[in-house]
């Protein structure tokens, strides 16, 4: 079955940081790009950043570039968002999702909620 | 940039068709053929409906199909079912720097 379970939310200070991760199984996982999308309460979704399949390459959405860092570890089957400089702006729920290209996004994680709040 | 533009909300009854609009601008949605389609129930992520305009991703129902005109695209769900009752967000791709946009989301309200 193909999966992704993310893990690593949680509350954390504004200013604080926090690392995600996203385990990826039952795919090959170094043949993918891979994204993060984020959902803030009540609100819509919000792509936040891609890595390519080797990782040699990285977009951000202007609102996190030189905050937020993705990366991946092929080996493990792993995904990961450093996020540095909370702002209470950034609480959303993060999934992790397998990005075709261009425009789809079609396996999602269930997601893990960041609270950024003093 | 702004997301793309979709109406709050639409309804219908069992088997009446409705369709939801995303507009966007031509750096956006006019600019690529490269608009998906993602239905979310309450507390679950995201589910793949439509990618790249108007193909359906294996499993889809064909209730559900895509189109695009210009700087605008539609959804259009058929035969609507009380399970279609979900939130729809449209996505595009907008280019090598902004990457993905997505709409404001649309709830569907089965009557």
């Known amino acids: 079955e193909v999966q992704l379970v993310e893990s690593g939310g949680g509350l954390v200070q504004p200013g604080g940081s926090l690392r995600l991760s996203c385990a990826a199984s039952?795919?090959?996982?170094?043949?993918?790009?891979m994204s993060w999308v984020r959902q803030a309460p009540g609100k819509g979704l919000e792509w936040v950043a891609n890595?390519?399949?080797?990782?040699?390459?990285?977009y951000y959405v202007d609102s996190v570039k030189g905050r937020f860092t993705i990366s991946r570890d092929n080996a493990k089957n792993s995904l990961y968002l450093q996020m540095n400089s909370l702002r209470v702006e950034d609480t959303a729920m993060y999934y992790c999702?397998?990005?075709?290209?261009?425009?789809?996004?079609?396996?999602w994680g269930q997601g893990t909620m960041v609270t950024v709040s003093s | 940039q702004s997301a793309l533009t979709q109406p709050a909300s639409v309804s219908g009854s069992p088997g009446q068709s409705i369709t939801i609009s995303c507009t966007g601008t031509?750096?956006?949605?006019?600019?690529?053929?490269?608009v998906s389609w993602y239905q979310q129930h309450p507390g679950k992520a995201p589910k793949l409906m439509i990618y790249?305009?108007?193909k359906r991703p294996s499993g889809v129902s064909n209730r559900f199909s895509g189109s695009k005109s210009g700087n605008t695209a539609s959804l259009t769900i058929s035969g609507l079912q009380a399970e279609d009752e979900a939130d729809y967000y449209c996505?595009?791709?907008?280019?090598?720097?902004?990457?993905?946009?997505f709409g404001g989301g649309t709830k569907v309200t089965v009557l």
């Open positions: 031509s750096s956006d949605v006019g600019g690529y053929n490269y």
């Open positions: 999702a397998r990005d075709l290209g261009y425009d789809s996004f079609d396996v």
């Open positions: 790249d305009v108007n």
């Open positions: 996505c595009s791709f907008a280019g090598s720097r902004t990457f993905d946009l």
């Open positions: 890595i390519k399949e080797d990782g040699s390459e990285r």
């Open positions: 039952g795919f090959t996982f170094n043949t993918y790009w």
